[in-house]
């Protein structure tokens, strides 16, 4: 198991050098992820794109309306606060693929269906805005600290993008850090075996989400901060129950913040337990960042002229000149929330169907064996022959898109969608689990197919869906800053658990469904805290997972088949 404390990264992002802080240039120009494009024969006509633009325009006010006294009614008396991806689809069930709602006085316009999405995102802005993020603004503005990513904007916003782009946007980028995540990746597998053995039954880990939850923030501040935390050792230090602890503090209470009145702030608990829960995730990243900052000027000072040797991403970031230690306060913290919660659902969700589909779970362990064999830690390359492994991860986050609701607002031009003319300044809201789960895209939506992302499907069974149905990580130049890394993280953790257990969900855990904490996650505790949301969260509290060692043995002799589905 690591140590905790300073330990330098094994992996070194060597090979740059720098003569010092602000005197590096800048760095490629950043590229975005984006999902490519179907052939012309092929593509949707988007209502509105196409032949349909001939018809009349139509006035939007005429769509259906949801007033906002109705809107409140369904979320706190009707139960929704927690489960919006639900009303959605509801909302769609009723109104079609397009609705008017209101947040305050904002008008919202929810988009439901692929070729909404496609016609909004393909308008996007230059320097695109997802909204307002008030109440993340708010702390910042509070505590007079920088904002990062998530909630700077325009032009300011492009720079900061530009200089956080770099050593993780691309895909050879993220590929660095292979050797630190499979460092962590052994911590977690050590770890888990010990839970496994502390077992009554020797084999049974009591809450995987949680385990997954202690492996992803781990690993995003090894990858972010160059520092172990010790999230995967018995004893877990202080300052980081208290970071866990305060994540879900300010994700919980943000809920209840977003949806309640400002006047209700200083009479009701929740915006201070939301200030209180991002005080200390600052705290948190400071700590971080000062020691980096010390280690880095004091190599500075003791530098030979060809200057220091760059290690990792805040070292980079620090050195480079490209972020003051200020910004990068404002930034890295950001990059941490939305690195675990994201990456962790997603695995817990990618377990949860692999147990409840064995032959899948087969399958998938048979790739993997194939690549790979017993013993062998995965490397990056090894995943150009795993397609089943791509395409799990993929079904997953169709299934369950960790940010279930997403928006833009059009900020410099009249936008045309399906017909109707939306003024500058409308906010147009993303349902994705709605979209994703939309049938007449993916065929039988609520079943976990990893194999309709399979490209060498046998005649007649379509391989390729709208390139819009499912889109998890947003599009464009401000989609997900993280994915080549969550993706590299999930792939590399569910090869090695693929290789050792077959893992088995145990019968009294019963269906998990989805509740939304901001992203979206099975119904179970949140972890590190003893608060809970409404009774459905308590209920499915306490899900079982039993992972079975995998001996060569087992495999050879069939033992696989015999050692407890149960
Ligand atoms: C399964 C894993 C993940 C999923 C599904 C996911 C999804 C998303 C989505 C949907 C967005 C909004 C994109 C848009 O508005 O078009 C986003 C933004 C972002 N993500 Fe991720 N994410 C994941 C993991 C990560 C990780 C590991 C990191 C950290 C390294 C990260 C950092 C960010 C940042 C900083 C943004 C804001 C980008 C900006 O506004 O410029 N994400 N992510």
């Known amino acids: ?176 850090y292979t050797d630190a995540l499979n460092e962590v990746i052994d911590d977690f597998i050590t770890r888990l075996n010990q839970i496994r053995a502390e077992s009554a039954s020797g084999d049974q880990v009591s809450d995987m989400a949680h385990l997954f939850y202690h492996f992803a923030l781990e690993a995003i501040c090894y990858i972010l901060f160059e520092k172990r935390i010790g999230c995967l050792e018995t004893s877990i230090p202080e300052d980081t129950v208290n970071f866990i602890r305060s994540v879900g503090l300010m994700f919980q209470n943000s809920v209840y913040a977003t949806f309640l009145p400002k ?81 962790s659902n997603t695995l817990a969700w990618a377990l949860y169907h692999l147990s409840k589909n064995p032959e899948i779970q087969e399958a998938l362990h048979k790739e993997v064996m194939d690549v790979t064999g017993p013993g062998k830690v995965p490397q990056h390359k090894d995943f150009t022959h795993m397609p089943l492994l791509k395409a799990a991860i993929k079904e997953t986050l169709r299934l369950y898109p960790v940010v279930p609701t997403n928006s833009r607002i059009i900020t410099d031009k009249e936008v045309k969608i399906d017909g109707y003319v939306f003024p500058k300044n409308t906010q147009f809201v993303f349902c994705h689990y709605v979209v994703s789960r939309d049938p007449t895209t993916f065929p039988d939506p609520e079943s976990f197919r990893p194999h309709r992302w399979l490209r060498k499907n046998k005649a007649g069974v379509p391989g390729v869906q709208h390139p819009f149905g499912s889109v998890p990580f947003g599009y464009g130049v401000r989609s997900c800053l993280g994915r080549r890394i969550a993706e590299l993280e999930m792939q590399l953790l569910l090869v090695r658990l693929m290789q050792h257990y077959r893992v088995v969900l145990a019968p009294e855990t019963g269906e998990l469904k989805p509740v939304g904490r901001i992203v979206l996650v099975p119904s179970k505790k949140e972890p590190g805290t003893e608060e809970h949301g409404k009774d459905h969260l308590q209920k499915a509290n306490g899900q079982v997972w039993k992972c079975h060692g995998l001996q060569d043995s087992c495999l050879r002799t069939g033992n696989r088949d015999l050692d407890g589905m149960n």
Not at 104 to 120: F, H, I, K, M
Not at 134 to 155: I, M, N
């Open 263 to 343: 006047w209700t702030r200083p009479l009701l608990p929740f915006w201070k337990r939301y200030l209180d829960g991002w005080d200390t995730i600052f705290f948190f990243g400071k700590k971080l960042i000062d020691e980096k900052f010390k280690e880095v000027e004091a190599q500075l000072q003791t530098a030979g002229p060809d200057g220091v040797q760059i290690s990792g991403y805040l070292h980079f970031l620090l050195t480079s000149g490209q972020l003051s230690p200020r910004e990068a306060l404002g930034s890295l913290p950001e990059l941490l929330l939305a690195g675990v919660d994201t990456t």
């Open 1 to 176: 198991m690591a140590a905790l404390g300073c330990a330098r990264l094994r992996w070194a992002l060597l090979g740059t050098r720098v003569a010092g802080r602000g005197l590096c240039p800048l760095g490629a120009r950043a590229k975005a992820a984006i999902p490519a494009a179907l052939p012309a024969d092929q593509a949707a006509v988007a209502p509105g794109a196409g032949p349909e633009d001939q018809r009349p325009l139509r006035n939007w006010e005429e769509l259906p309306r949801i007033g906002e006294l109705r809107f409140f009614f369904q979320l706190f008396a009707q139960g929704y606060v927690l489960r919006l991806h639900d009303l959605q689809m509801r909302n769609k069930a009723k109104y079609g693929p397009m609705w008017l709602s209101n947040s305050g006085p904002r008008l919202l316009v929810n988009l439901a269906s692929a070729p909404l999405l496609e016609q909004v995102m393909r308008q996007d802005d230059k320097y695109p805005t997802r909204d307002s993020m008030e109440l993340w603004k708010a702390h910042r503005d509070y505590q007079s600290l920088a904002y990062g990513p998530f909630t700077t904007e325009g032009h300011q916003w492009h720079q900061l993008r530009h200089a956080l782009n770099q050593r993780m946007l691309k895909p050879a980028e993220a590929a660095l």
